[in-house]
């Protein structure tokens, strides 16, 4: 294969979308509608309302140590309490590991590895606790997100998949123009007349296709990114993106899906003679992705770095087996002979 | 030179071109014609290696048609206009150009130069700025004419070159190709166009799924007429068309009002005879002429019409 026809193809494709409206309007604004809209709609309420998850500040001196010891009632501050059993005690401002507290009130502490019976618990972070029949409120949990941060992490990876899907709708868009409008004007006669092979002139086409896809959408993955860092990074108490997982999906996995549907649309276009039709039939591709996301919101799998390489490799090996049926689609003989 | 060897092409159970033999000399311009259907643009697609044959083969420039590499090398020697222009609408005439000179290797400082003097010889240097798609269609074709010359093809193939043009634009078309047949390049010529085939082509093609006849059009015309002499009297009589038919050299007599169609083996020979008898029989000769046989007389001839 020659290069340098690949781009010359390539490029002219190209300036014929500059001048095409509906594929100008596609690839400005729905990565902007993903990238910036979507994000803001969605993450702006739990900036504004969520609350911060960062653990609090607990003012601490210590003044004594107590280990292995049985406490009955009193009221203790600044106290490191470590393998002790606590009744009826009243303690601010302390640490427990280790310990059993019943009915004891505990406020501004932190507790590790501790059990609470019967008691209460307010403004402290814990660590590994666990409650019985104690009540708590405004509690802290180390080391694991809360509610509101597991939720806003999923839908992070929500909207993340946008960045997947992307590839896969703009060239549903792009190819019905380019290939059923090239067949309904007739211009790939005399294309197909030029001292060109059929592999050339489809790798230039998909090239015009792939290159302007894949641009806009990862351009739009950096205001994304920065967007979501400054909402999110409030209640999650850092910035999550972005993560291995998602580097993965989106400069791995969504060229391939673009790959996808390029070559599905090729196959699509040749068997249609109207754009919409073209159009209608090629999203049928974003169907593997919808699915992607459906079972991610379900929660069957986590999508960690390892799924998504797999994701990658699967979608890489059908890719292979579409591209070969791309090829025999698009060869002189079939586009003259049988494209309808 | 252009040879082809029972070029064969079927589509399905259906026989498009059918055992084609032919050949093209170098600096010849042939035309096929015949009517929709008749294979005239499979057999094009075949010569540009377009399509496939089902059966035999053809060499275009010594290169064999039916090998891959030899058809790469086929496509950068020929210029096609196809039937429809299939410009690309939203780029400028000149970008279209450009596009096609790069796709057959015109080095980067010929290829303005190039595109400049074609536009300017099709009038269209004024306008190559503009969107194709706001052209007329003789505009367009002249565009479509310049994409196939704009590499200087050794074999241009031409479907339909003036077809659904006005008369105008027909004209500055002919015309065009006419000098084009004067630089000598060979061009081959699908046309419904029996006038414009007269015009243009050494030699015509009559297609059919296979090729009816070949020739020149004096030839074709030849092949199933012979010599007509028409002799316009002042006033017929009768009796001479007995004592015309007895004449040597004629094969047939035929009286239309005061006019005589007299078939005739050698016009020089027999012509004075013809005269001589006439004045003879006391007629008095208005003029006298040869019947010249179109094209279209052979064409319906051969494809089954009266004439």
Redesign the interface.
């Known amino acids: 294969m020659r290069l340098d026809?690949i781009w010359?193809?390539a490029r002219?494709d190209m300036?014929?979308f500059r001048?095409?409206k509906y594929i100008m309007y596609s690839l400005v604004l729905m990565p902007l509608l993903m990238a910036l809209v979507l994000p803001l709609i969605y993450l702006t309420p739990f900036t504004m309302f969520a609350e911060p998850s960062d653990p609090f500040e607990i003012d601490f001196e210590e003044a004594g140590i107590m280990i292995g010891k049985d406490v009955q009632g009193g009221s203790y501050n600044n106290i490191t309490f470590v393998n002790c059993t606590l009744v009826d005690v009243v303690a601010v401002n302390c640490h427990f590991e280790g310990c059993e507290l019943s009915n004891s009130l505990v406020r501004t502490s932190v507790l590790a590895n501790t059990t609470l019976r019967d008691g209460a618990i307010m403004r402290s972070n814990v660590l590994n606790v666990t409650f019985e029949n104690a009540v708590a409120s405004d509690v802290r949990t180390l080391g694991e997100d809360g509610e509101q941060e597991v939720f806003l992490k999923q839908f992070i990876n929500f909207l993340l998949l946008f960045f997947v899907l992307i590839p896969a709708i703009l060239p549903t868009v792009i190819a019905s123009y380019t290939f059923v409008g090239e067949k309904l004007?007739?211009?790939?006669?005399?294309?197909?007349?030029?001292?060109?092979?059929d592999a050339e002139l489809l790798a230039g086409k998909s090239l015009s296709i792939f290159l302007p896809t894949m641009l806009v959408t990862w351009l739009s993955f950096i205001p994304f990114v920065l967007l979501v860092n400054f909402l999110s990074a409030p209640v999650i108490g850092y910035a999550p993106l972005p993560d291995a997982t998602w580097l993965i999906g989106v400069f791995l996995l969504a060229p391939l899906f673009c790959i996808m549907a390029i070559a599905l649309n090729v196959v699509v276009s040749s068997r249609v003679t109207d754009v919409r039709a073209a159009q209608q039939l090629g999203s049928l591709v974003v169907l593997p992705v919808v699915i992607l996301f459906a079972v991610s919101l379900s929660g069957l799998f986590a999508l960690g770095p390892l799924t998504m390489l797999l994701l990658t490799a699967a979608v890489a090996l059908v890719d292979l087996g579409i591209m070969s049926l791309t090829l025999k689609t698009f060869r002189?003989?079939e586009i003259?002979?049988r494209w309808k | 030179m252009i040879e082809t060897h029972g070029l064969t092409r079927r589509?399905g159970d259906t026989i498009a071109v059918d055992s084609l033999d032919l050949k093209i000399r170098d600096g010849e311009v042939f035309g096929f014609i015949g009517p929709n259907g008749a294979g005239k643009t499979t057999t094009v697609?075949m010569l540009?290696?377009?399509?496939?044959p089902t059966a035999g083969t053809a060499y275009v420039h010594g290169l064999d048609i039916t090998r891959p590499e030899e058809a790469?090398?086929i496509?950068?020697k020929?210029g096609?206009l196809?039937e429809?222009?299939?410009?690309?609408?939203?780029?400028s005439a000149y970008?279209n150009l450009d596009?096609?000179a790069?796709?057959?290797?015109v080095p980067k400082g010929v290829r303005a130069e190039r595109i400049e003097s074609l536009l300017k010889t099709l009038s269209m240097w004024d306008r190559r700025d503009d969107?194709v798609g706001k052209f007329s269609k003789g505009m367009k074709q002249k565009i479509?004419i310049a994409?196939?010359l704009v590499h200087e093809p050794d074999y241009l193939f031409l479907d339909e070159p003036t077809s659904g043009l006005d008369p105008e634009a027909s004209l500055t078309v002919r015309n065009y190709l006419l000098d084009l047949k004067k630089e000598g390049r060979t061009i081959f010529i699908n046309t419904h166009n029996l006038d414009e085939a007269t015009r243009l082509c050494d030699r015509v093609g009559v297609m059919k799924t296979g090729l009816l006849a070949v020739g020149t059009p004096d030839e074709l015309a030849d092949m199933f007429w012979g010599h007509t002499t028409v002799v316009r009297l002042r006033r017929a009589v009768p009796g001479m068309a007995e004592v015309l038919r007895s004449l040597p050299g004629v094969t047939g007599v035929r009286q239309e009002g005061d006019a005589f169609l007299v078939e005739v083996t050698s016009p020089d020979d027999t012509n004075p005879l013809i005269v001589r008898a006439l004045v003879e029989q006391g007629g008095e000769v208005l003029s006298m002429g040869e019947l010249k046989r179109g094209l279209e007389d052979v064409y319906l001839r051969l494809l089954g019409g009266k004439r």
């Open positions: 026809r010359i193809v002219k300036s014929e001048t095409n004007n007739r211009s790939l006669e005399p294309l197909l007349a030029t001292p060109t092979t002189r003989e003259l002979v | 589509f697609r540009c290696c377009l399509i496939a790469l090398m496509r950068g020929i096609l196809p429809v222009p299939g410009l690309y609408e939203t780029l970008r596009f096609y790069q796709m057959y290797d969107p479509a994409r196939a």
